[in-house]
């Protein structure tokens, strides 16, 4: 166990549809991350968090938004879906968020049909 | 019909064999290198790190060897086991602080 919780671990939602995919970091960590894995892509960077506030963004979507709370928790929001955002999507924790190793959690399953 | 996937490196070894998986990165000025296990429906799993002051570096039965003149990356397991079994990603950052994950290899170890 990473100590880093995602929930839900499956959601199945239709097309145009918005659904919101939470984190909880290890106990400790302050930065926060997200991360979309599916098939043909492997596993991309979406967009980090530190101490919440955004410090990196990689290949999100404007379709997709994220915010760090005061609580350190996370949320990934993703509206307007589409057939190919079906994925796994990870978020990872890590203590500074700065060139060090991440805490990954389980992954929601994301199907979109 | 076939599918369309991402096409796996894959490494075949035999229980109790070294297993080294390989890996090519990209970016000059990325200094810190990073490998993840990562199993059927899980998360990836922090295997192994190294900075770029470093060539190697070991933990329990895994080495990391890192080249910068040629921008490889190698993991080294000892003594292969069949929990071993796994894809294998390898990932750099660099100054931007994102972790930039390779396409992975998928190791198999037969008993």
């Known amino acids: 166990d990473s100590g880093v919780t995602q929930t839900p671990k499956h959601l199945i939602t239709a097309t145009g549809q918005r659904v919101t995919l939470r984190c909880s970091p290890r106990s400790g960590d302050l930065s926060v991350y997200w991360y979309q894995q599916s098939l043909d892509q492997g596993l991309q960077f979406l967009i980090q968090?530190?101490?919440?506030?955004?410090?990196a963004k990689g290949n999100i979507l404007e379709r997709f938004s994220a915010q760090q709370f005061p609580d350190l928790h996370s949320e990934l929001n993703l509206s307007s879906l589409e057939l190919g955002d079906s994925a796994l999507y990870f978020c990872a924790s890590s203590v500074q968020g700065s060139n060090e190793k991440l805490f990954f959690g389980s992954g929601t399953q994301l199907s979109v049909l | 019909g076939e599918s369309v996937g991402l096409h796996l490196p894959t490494l075949s070894v035999q229980e109790g064999d070294n297993s080294i998986i390989n890996c090519a990165y990209s970016?000059?000025?990325?200094?810190?290198f990073i490998w993840y296990k990562q199993e059927s429906g899980k998360g990836p799993q922090f295997i192994i790190d190294i900075r770029s002051n470093m060539d190697k570096r070991q933990g329990q039965r895994v080495t990391v060897l890192l080249n910068k003149t040629v921008k490889h990356l190698s993991l080294q397991i000892a003594a292969t086991q069949p929990g071993d079994s796994a894809v294998y990603f390898c990932?750099?950052?660099?100054?931007?602080?994102?972790?930039?994950f390779g396409k992975g290899t998928l190791l198999t170890v037969n008993p």
């Open positions: 970016n000059s000025a990325s200094d810190y």
């Open positions: 968090y530190y101490n919440g506030e955004e410090r």
């Open positions: 990932a750099e950052a660099g100054s931007n602080y994102k972790l930039t």
